[in-house]
T-cell receptor
Framework: DTEVTQTPKHLVMGMTNKKSLKCEQHMGHRAMYWYKQKAKKPPELMFV???????INESVPSRFSPECPNSSLLNLHLHALQPEDSALYLCASSQGSRAYEQYFGPGTRLTVT | GEDVEQSLFLSVREGDSSVINCTYT??????LYWYKQEPGAGLQLLTY?????DMKQDQRLTVLLNKKDKHLSLRIADTQTGDSAIYFC??????????????FGKGTKLSVKP
């Protein structure tokens, strides 16, 4: 199983809503990542969890809050987002320090109204 | 510094070979990658090459690395309409034995005409 799954596939939320994005992998990977991708742009790294601990936070605003409940799951909690936060949010995983083999999920298309 | 450059568009005819080029600036790059992204989808890791290799072949894909010129290319033989997508070149840097983050180019949109 080389699959990373993400739910929901699409999400529309208002600026006062609280929602969560979910990511799951069952490959035994110990590093998980959140990326943000705007239209016609490459993905930008947001957070990295390594062995369930937050190891990298790329100066992401606090309205994005990551959580790694266990080695298979990664959440991204959203609160008080802005319309410019609308993007494709991609989750990825890799085997420990082998960041060179990152497997990506299909993404959640987020629209903030 | 860290910078990965790619041409933005490439158009080929079905059955022809496609060559997508990429240049990078950081000589401490240790792994270089090609990812494919179809419309509305996530990224698919196509292949990667270690920086001590010159070439890697995997079925229809051939990756060439010229370390002197910091140039990476992806050749797709017998290009099919299903190969139409955006192709991202990416690198990771070696930080004392551990791998750094993926640094992506802006992506090359490949259009395959029947």
């Amino acid at each position: 199983d080389t699959e990373v799954t993400q739910t929901p596939k699409h999400l529309v939320m208002g600026m006062t809503n609280k929602k969560s994005l979910k990511c799951e992998q069952h490959m035994g990977h110990r590093a998980m990542y959140w990326y943000k991708q705007k239209a016609k742009k490459p993905p930008e790294l947001m957070f990295v969890y390594s062995y369930e601990k937050l190891s990298i936070n790329e100066s992401v605003p606090s309205r994005f809050s990551p959580e790694c409940p266990n080695s298979s799951l990664l959440n991204l909690h959203l609160h008080a987002l802005q319309p410019e936060d609308s993007a494709l949010y991609l989750c990825a995983s890799s085997q420990g320090s082998r960041a060179y083999e990152q497997y990506f999920g299909p993404g959640t298309r987020l629209t903030v109204t | 510094g860290e910078d990965v450059e790619q041409s933005l568009f490439l158009s080929v005819r079905e059955g022809d070979s496609s060559v997508i080029n990429c240049t990078y600036t950081d000589s401490s790059s240790t792994y270089l990658y090609w990812y494919k992204q179809e419309p509305g989808a996530g990224l698919q890791l196509l292949t990667y090459i270690f920086s001590n290799m010159d070439m890697k072949q995997d079925q229809r894909l051939t990756v060439l690395l010229n370390k002197k010129d910091k140039h990476l290319s992806l050749r797709i033989a017998d290009t099919q309409t299903g190969d139409s997508a955006i192709y991202f070149c990416a690198e990771t840097l070696d930080y004392g034995g551990s791998q750094g983050n993926l640094i992506f180019g802006k992506g090359t949109k490949l259009s395959v005409k029947p």
